[in-house]
C-alpha cells in the first residue's frame, strides 16, 4: 500500500535556536472575556505562543524576524501545552525542531528525548489552503493596485538594485528603489505573477519582481503589516494550513498526543487551536 504525505510548505524557513522565557504577553488574551472559559491547552497555547514570539524576535539578539518569529511562535504554543510536561527540556527542544521539519517537508519526524529516553512522533495529518480576507496595512499614497495575493510573511534580500512598482508590473509608476543587499518584508506573492507585495515601516508599500529578491533567514525585526501606519485594508489572500500531530511514547509505554494548527500569516505563522 503506498502512503501519501502531504506536499511540502514552500520552504522559506530555518531552523532557529530555542529558548524559554519567564515573561509573557498577554494580548493574545484580549478576545476572551476570562480565562476560565478556555482548557488548559488553548491557553497554554495563547501564553506559550505569544512568549515564542517573543523569543522568536531576539533569538540570536535581536536577528532572524524571518527565522525566529515562525519558529519562536511553534516553540512557544508547543511548550505552552500539556504534551511538553512529559518531556525534558532537551526533549521539548527535539520536538519543536521535528515539528518544524514536517512543516517544511511534509514527511513524518521521528525523534527521542536524550534525556528521559521518551520517543516522539511527529507529522502533519492535515493540510489545506484557503482564499481568505486578510487585514494588511498600505500605504496607499504608494500602491496603485493591491491584487490577490499568496501570503509568505518573511524577510527577503535584494539581489541587486531594483524598482519599487506601485503595481505587479513595470507598467506601473516606480515608487521607490531597493540596494543590493537591502532587507525587506515580503508580505506575500501577487497571484499568477511573478512580483512579490512587500513591507516596510509596518506597511505594504509597492511591489518588486520576483526573481530581484531571495529569502534572508536572519534580519532584525520589523513591525507587523497587520497593524502598522497606513490604511488597513482587506486583502484576498490565499494561506496555507497545516494540522501537525505530535505523539509521545514515554518508556513505561504510556502514550499522550496533542495537534496544533499552524497557518500562514502576512507576518510569519500564526498558530491556531486544531
Same mark, same amino acid.
Given at each position: +500500500?503506498?502512503?501519501s504525505?502531504p506536499?511540502?510548505?514552500r520552504?522559506r524557513?530555518?531552523r532557529?535556536?530555542?529558548? #524559554?522565557?519567564?515573561?509573557?504577553s #498577554?494580548?493574545?488574551?484580549?478576545?476572551?472575556?476570562? +480565562? $476560565? &472559559?478556555?482548557n488548559?491547552?488553548?491557553l497554554g497555547? #495563547?501564553?506559550?505562543?505569544?512568549a $515564542?514570539?517573543?523569543?522568536?524576535?531576539?533569538v $540570536?539578539?535581536?536577528?532572524?524576524?524571518?527565522?525566529?518569529?515562525?519558529?519562536?511562535?511553534?516553540?512557544g504554543?508547543?511548550?505552552? !501545552?500539556?504534551?511538553?510536561?512529559? =518531556?525534558?527540556?532537551?526533549? *521539548?527542544?527535539?520536538?519543536?525542531?521535528a515539528n518544524q521539519?514536517? =512543516?517544511?517537508?511534509? %514527511?513524518?519526524?521521528?525523534?527521542?528525548?536524550?534525556e528521559?529516553?521518551?520517543?516522539? %512522533?511527529? &507529522?502533519v495529518?492535515q493540510?489545506?489552503?484557503q482564499?481568505r480576507?486578510?487585514?494588511?496595512? /498600505?500605504k496607499?499614497? !504608494?500602491?496603485d493596485?493591491?491584487p490577490?495575493?499568496?501570503?509568505?510573511?518573511s524577510?527577503? !534580500?535584494?539581489?541587486?538594485?531594483?524598482?519599487v512598482?506601485?503595481?505587479?508590473?513595470?507598467e @506601473?509608476r516606480?515608487v521607490?528603489?531597493?540596494?543590493?543587499? *537591502?532587507?525587506?518584508?515580503?508580505?506575500?506573492?501577487?497571484?499568477?505573477r511573478d512580483?512579490?507585495?512587500?513591507?516596510?515601516e509596518?506597511a505594504?508599500?509597492g511591489?518588486?519582481?520576483?526573481?530581484l #529578491?531571495?529569502?534572508?533567514? %536572519?534580519?532584525? *525585526?520589523?513591525?507587523?503589516?497587520?497593524?502598522?501606519e497606513?490604511?488597513v485594508?482587506? /486583502? %484576498?489572500a490565499?494561506?496555507?494550513?497545516?494540522?501537525?500531530?505530535?505523539?509521545?511514547?514515554?518508556?513505561?509505554?504510556? /502514550?499522550?498526543?496533542?495537534?496544533?494548527?499552524?497557518?500562514?500569516?502576512p507576518?510569519? @505563522?500564526v498558530?491556531?487551536e486544531?
Open positions: +500500500m503506498t502512503i504525505h506536499p511540502p510548505l520552504t524557513v530555518k532557529a535556536s530555542w529558548a #524559554l522565557v519567564a515573561g509573557f #498577554l494580548t493574545a488574551l484580549s478576545g476572551c472575556e476570562t +480565562m $476560565g &472559559e478556555m488548559p491547552d488553548t497555547t #495563547l501564553i506559550g505562543g505569544s $515564542g514570539a517573543l523569543v522568536g524576535s531576539q $540570536g539578539g535581536g536577528s532572524g524576524r524571518l527565522v525566529a518569529t515562525g519558529v519562536g511562535t511553534i516553540a504554543a508547543l511548550i505552552g !501545552r500539556e504534551i511538553a510536561r512529559h =518531556l525534558s527540556r532537551s526533549g *521539548q527542544q527535539e520536538m519543536v525542531d521539519r514536517a =512543516l517544511e517537508t511534509g %514527511q513524518p519526524q521521528s525523534w527521542e528525548d536524550p528521559t529516553g521518551a520517543r516522539g %512522533q511527529t &507529522e495529518t493540510r489545506s489552503t482564499r480576507e486578510v487585514p494588511v496595512s /498600505v496607499r499614497d !504608494r500602491v493596485e493591491m490577490p495575493i499568496d501570503l509568505i510573511g524577510s527577503y !534580500r535584494a539581489t541587486a538594485s531594483s524598482n512598482r506601485g503595481g505587479p508590473s513595470t @506601473y516606480s521607490g528603489s531597493l540596494a543590493a543587499g *537591502q532587507s525587506v518584508h515580503v508580505v506575500g506573492k501577487v497571484e499568477d512580483w512579490y507585495l512587500i513591507a516596510e509596518g505594504a508599500d511591489f518588486v519582481a520576483t526573481r #529578491l531571495t529569502p534572508a533567514p %536572519q534580519q532584525p *525585526q520589523s513591525p507587523p503589516v497587520t497593524g502598522g497606513g490604511e485594508m482587506l /486583502v %484576498q490565499e494561506r496555507t494550513c497545516s494540522v501537525n500531530t505530535t505523539r509521545v511514547t514515554e518508556p513505561d509505554g504510556s /502514550v499522550a498526543e496533542d495537534r496544533i494548527r499552524i497557518c500562514e500569516g507576518d510569519g @505563522y498558530i491556531e486544531a
